[in-house]
T-cell receptor
Framework: DTGVSQDPRHKITKRGQNVTFRCDPISEHNRLYWYRQTLGQGPEFLTY????????KSRLLSDRFSAERPKGSFSTLEIQRTEQGDSAMYLC???????????FGPGTRLLVL | GNSVTQMEGPVTLSEEAFLTINCTYT??????LFWYVQYPGEGLQLLLK?????DKGSNKGFEATYRKETTSFHLEKGSVQVSDSAVYFC??????????FGKGTKLTVNP
């Protein structure tokens, strides 16, 4: 059984640059979630998809952030004009609609210089 | 909104010691409760869960009981091992799809 995968695992960028992360959920998982985790904190919810529809967005998801899941399979999270405060681990999770448990990927660690 | 208050760490124990990590929550309705574990260099893994009052979740010797009257979901293990060293997160889900996590408790077990 293939788990949730994320790419890249690490990203270093300069302030003001755009970055894009990819998440591939467990196959047949309709729901896909994005979270952000800063050092010493628990993950914080950003947004989630049911198939290709984005159903909920946190107020943490500023206008510089956009997430897509165009075909209801993989998802991308783009951050435009990165700021140093965007440095964090970005986590993706997936779940079956009828399931109780969200399964997490290994995360993408972003460092903005 | 929902929230979780988790025992602050770090916690350092000797092998075979008893472990308790306290977790209390606020949520409306009938939330589900989870413990996730994050081993060094790895992603979050589900450790155990409980979906209704008085349910006991258990896995790998860890246990937690869903106590609605005290809004608690404390994690316990009778005899910890060095391999249990990790960060433990309590989480609640209720009223929406999002998981709300505590800040995490770092556990170090010494031989």
């Amino acid at each position: 059984d293939t788990g949730v995968s994320q790419d890249p695992r690490h990203k270093i960028t300069k302030r003001g640059q755009n970055v894009t992360f990819r998440c591939d959920p467990i196959s047949e998982h309709n729901r896909l979630y994005w979270y952000r985790q800063t050092l010493g904190q628990g993950p914080e919810f950003l947004t989630y998809f049911q198939n290709e529809a984005q159903l909920e967005k946190s107020r943490l998801l500023s206008d510089r952030f956009s997430a897509e899941r165009p075909k209801g399979s993989f998802s991308t999270l783009e951050i435009q004009r990165t700021e140093q405060g965007d440095s964090a681990m970005y986590l993706c999770a997936s779940k079956k609609t009828s399931g109780e448990t969200q399964y997490f990927g290994p995360g993408t660690r972003l460092l903005v210089l | 909104g929902n929230s979780v208050t988790q025992m602050e760490g770090p916690v350092t124990l000797s092998e075979e010691a008893f472990l308790t990590i306290n977790c209390t929550y606020t949520a409306t309705g009938y939330p589900s409760l989870f413990w996730y574990v994050q081993y060094p260099g790895e992603g979050l893994q589900l450790l155990l869960k409980a979906t209704k009052a008085d349910d006991k979740g258990s896995n790998k010797g860890f246990e937690a009981t869903y106590r609605k009257e005290t809004t608690s979901f404390h994690l316990e293990k009778g005899s910890v091992q060095v391999s249990d060293s990790a960060v433990y997160f309590c989480a609640v889900q209720g009223g929406s799809e999002k998981l709300v996590f505590g800040k995490g408790t770092k556990l170090t077990v010494n031989p």
